[in-house]
């Protein structure tokens, strides 16, 4: 079984090429865009590749990766996904979460009741819902309130709420 460690992380996606000697566009898929000046290596059908650098344009980075000299050869990439390791994600600061870190995780509530777990979260703008799959296949909708998320525990697989397994959701 990998640990959280080993897993990869989508960044970017593959678009077309960039002229004719194996450039390719990358339209990022993070927060962070400015780290694809710093990346060095990435993974694309979870096979290790080296980037030779980067160059920003527009709303996407143009990619010079090793062995890949041609049109023909970057063409292989288009809409494939571009991965990092998730020891190379950006770092967050204190109370941040990434959300591919609580998607799966458990939902416990005050009294130790398991609700679910976290299948999606959804962004609305004011504060994030949590999306919760509970055992009987409802959906809880939890807002990503301080009032309703007391603890997150990203080591040891849970999220614990202040919340009545009886609520209406």
Do not use: C
């Amino acid at each position: 079984m990998k640990s959280a460690t080993d897993k990869k992380i989508i960044i970017g996606k593959f678009g077309a090429t960039h002229g004719v000697r194996g450039d390719i566009k990358v339209y990022p898929l993070t927060d962070f865009p400015e780290r694809f000046a710093d990346i060095k290596s990435g993974y694309v059908d979870d096979k290790p590749i080296e980037i030779l650098h980067t160059r920003y344009q527009k709303n996407f980075v143009v990619m010079k990766i090793k062995g890949i000299d041609s049109r023909e050869d970057a063409m292989r990439f288009t809409n494939k996904l571009l991965k990092i390791d998730r020891t190379d994600v950006a770092p967050l600061g204190e109370g941040e979460y990434y959300s591919f870190d609580i998607i799966g995780l458990r939902v416990i509530n005050q009294d130790g009741f398991e609700l679910g777990e976290i299948t999606d979260i959804l962004k609305t703008g004011s504060n994030d819902v949590y999306i919760t799959k509970a055992a009987d296949g409802r959906q809880i909708l939890i807002p990503a309130l301080k009032k309703v998320v007391t603890e997150i525990n990203i080591e040891d697989g849970y999220m614990k709420v202040v919340w009545d397994e009886n609520q209406e959701v």
